[in-house]
């Protein structure tokens, strides 16, 4: 006589569905790109003073929120609870069609101020922020995150001249990210 075991099946069922969701996992993770695959630790202290104020974005690896966005700035300043406020704007669609989003980051304790969490879209989507690398006069900014998948080159001049522009370049390079990703950003 054979015993039934009603569970057994439940069991394979769920190693089956398990299984190729994991196929699935592997297969879209795969997929997608990433410009670093090994994104270096940020290793330059940052005075997070000196790192406030106005940013123009150089050249960014396109997102899904970014989508569209020219002449993109980025706004960041002192809270009074000791966060700092970060107001990004774009135009969408071109030059024109202005947009604005809100957030505002924390910096992640024993990191230097070269680490932050930052939650866009309320509480649903918090990002990390790393200031991989930036110029001792903080002209400019390297800016990424732990997967190697988001990067965004800052600087304080709307358009950096050839030379700062080559020299970005190949920084971003030696961190070792793929710089044919980058998409340069457009301002008036």
């Known amino acids: 006589m ?3 075991r009603p569970w057994a099946y439940g069991a394979a069922a769920l190693l089956a569905i398990g299984g190729i969701g994991m196929l699935v996992a592997c297969v879209s993770n795969g997929a997608r790109w990433v410009g670093n695959e090994n994104v270096p630790e940020p290793s330059k202290a940052v005075d997070l003073e000196r790192y406030l104020g106005h940013w123009h974005e150089f ?24 966060l700092i406020s970060i ?6 669609g071109g030059l024109s069609g202005p947009r604005t989003s809100e957030g505002r980051a924390k910096i992640v304790p024993g990191s230097s101020g070269v680490k932050l969490k930052v939650p866009f879209f309320g509480p649903f989507y918090v990002g990390d922020y790393w200031i991989l690398d930036h110029a001792d006069d903080y002209s400019w900014s390297i800016v990424g995150e732990p997967t190697g998948r988001y990067l965004w080159i800052l ?6 001249g ?13 961190l070792g990210y793929d710089v044919t990703l980058l998409l340069e950003t457009q301002h008036r």
Do not use: S
């Open 2 to 4: 054979k015993i039934r």
């Open 59 to 82: 050249a960014r690896y396109e997102n899904r929120f970014e989508r569209g966005c020219e002449a993109v700035t980025a706004n960041y300043a002192k809270r009074e609870d000791r």
């Open 87 to 92: 107001i990004n704007g774009c135009h969408q």
């Open 155 to 160: 600087t304080r001049d709307a358009k950096p």
């Open 162 to 174: 050839r030379e700062l522009r080559r020299a970005l370049l190949e920084r971003t390079r030696a």
